[in-house]
């Protein structure tokens, strides 16, 4: 089975073959293994809520500690950390392979999706083996992969101390794959395999991925549905420098500098909170997302510049990333958008200068464009395993015949897997000639 992971500066998503998105907090306080908390789990709704409260972990590595990973060590994340005292998040300035917490997210975050789909894993009690896909900087994936790879690998148990539930697995392989190539992929593609019918359009040309995220914002380019390796480029802006912009604004209209939690909040709604008041910054805020835009644009001229290539050259540009989302308040019908995206905001730049190009929102929650690009990836391979696994079943049969020998038919459902139209294939991109579907990595081309 497989795992896609996406270790977000926010939070970490996590999803497998249901294609389901789960969001785990990813602020972490490391606390001693015999530790009293003295803490009691918040009461929940539903089932993934009630584990979401009482992420008070213990993860034992059976091979032992490694660069990044002690042989057993507890740690709070989530709601229950903040309670019990100060937590650390993850450095969106530094490199994801380099931080503990990033490792320590990764492990939690699979342990919560064996919780969620235990279906999906043969044997509670045994080590089942688990394919993990995740998400990472175009540069890292380029040269610290491997770091990556031997660092996760292994066999662990996680112990969710106040459910009292454990759960065992292996990281047998480690695939890393290009953030802004999966919000590409994510343009093109379904998380089920099946070709979004509205982007088929822009598969021969040029298309550009602008992936948003809370410190950087990643550069991908395909050129006739195959990755220009050379477009994987982290810009060192995201949405953070929205948030220190707002900051400012209240400092100079206020006289008093808000907590980070504080701007977060009007990033995400428009409305400042006074006291028991709430007052609409949301010119304001539509203001830094302007000055962000034009800053990116900027950004992108001088990159293109460099490889040889310019903003006008794209059929489409799609943007995506947690950063890229609207402010509002409330939900469902009673939703007030008060700032527009900063999709929109960027695309109204972009237009300045190359009108004839079409700028796009990534499709879907642009803060799961990662997740669910992982998703085709972690679909093909699965695919492509189970293949590879009946050609092996038929070759044992026949390898195995009784009669002076005649090949052995296949037995139970192994002749219907042998003679049975390959369903996914007939029914997605992946044996459907043109279509553009992972094949390696970071490219995309023919099945």
């Not at 008070?56 to 032992?64: C, I, L, P, Q, S």
Request: with cysteine; hydrophobic share 40%.
């Amino acid at each position: 089975m497989y795992v896609c992971v996406d270790l977000g500066a926010s939070s970490t998503r996590v999803a497998t073959s249901d294609r389901l998105v789960h969001e785990i907090p990813n602020n972490v306080r490391v606390i001693p293994l015999n530790e009293d908390t003295h803490m009691t789990v918040w009461d929940a709704a539903t089932y993934e809520e009630s584990v979401l409260n009482a992420l008070d972990v213990t993860v034992m590595r059976h091979e032992g500690a490694n660069q990044y990973l002690e042989a057993e060590q507890r740690y709070l994340v989530g709601t229950i950390a903040d309670r019990y005292g100060s937590t650390v998040r993850p450095n969106g300035m530094e490199p994801k392979h380099k931080q503990v917490i990033n490792y320590q997210n990764a492990i939690l975050a699979i342990a919560f999706e064996w919780l969620m789909t235990p279906q999906t894993y043969s044997n509670p009690g045994v080590a089942t083996p688990i394919e993990v896909f995740v998400a990472l900087p175009p540069i890292e994936c380029k040269g610290s992969e491997k770091i990556f790879q031997d660092n996760l690998k292994g066999t662990y148990t996680v112990q969710f101390n106040s459910l009292s539930t454990a759960v065992t697995f292996q990281i047998a392989d480690v695939k890393c794959k290009e953030e802004s190539l999966l919000s590409l992929m994510n343009f093109f593609f379904n998380s089920n395999g099946s070709l979004r019918q509205e982007n088929i359009k822009y598969r021969n040309g040029n298309s550009l991925s602008i992936d948003i995220g809370a410190s950087t914002t990643d550069l991908a380019v395909m050129v006739n549905g195959k990755y220009l390796e050379k477009s994987g480029f982290t810009i060192p802006i995201g949405g953070n420098q929205i948030r220190d912009f707002v900051m400012n604004e209240i400092q100079m209209a206020y006289s008093f500098m808000p907590q980070i939690t504080e701007a977060d909040y009007v990033v995400k709604t428009g409305m400042l909170r006074l006291g028991a008041q709430e007052v609409d910054f949301s010119q304001q805020l539509r203001r830094a997302k302007e000055e962000f835009a034009i800053q990116l644009k900027d950004r992108l001229n001088s990159y293109f510049k460099q490889i040889g290539m310019s903003l006008a050259s794209f059929m489409c540009i799609t943007v995506g990333g947690g950063g890229s989302l609207h402010s509002c308040v409330g939900q469902g019908d009673a939703m007030n958008i008060t700032t527009p995206a900063l999709s929109e905001i960027i695309m109204a730049e972009l237009h300045k200068q190359c009108p004839t190009v079409d700028v796009i929102p990534a499709p879907g929650n642009p803060r799961h464009a990662n997740i669910n690009g992982l998703l085709v990836y972690g679909l093909v391979w699965e695919q492509r395993a189970a293949k590879q696994a009946n050609q092996r079943m038929i070759a044992n049969a026949q390898a195995t015949a009784p009669i002076m020998g005649q090949p052995a038919q296949p037995q139970g459902n192994m002749q219907g897997m042998a003679q049975a139209p390959n369903n996914y294939a007939q029914t997605t991109a992946t044996a459907q000639p043109n279509m553009y579907v992972p094949t390696g990595a970071g490219q995309v081309g023919p099945q």
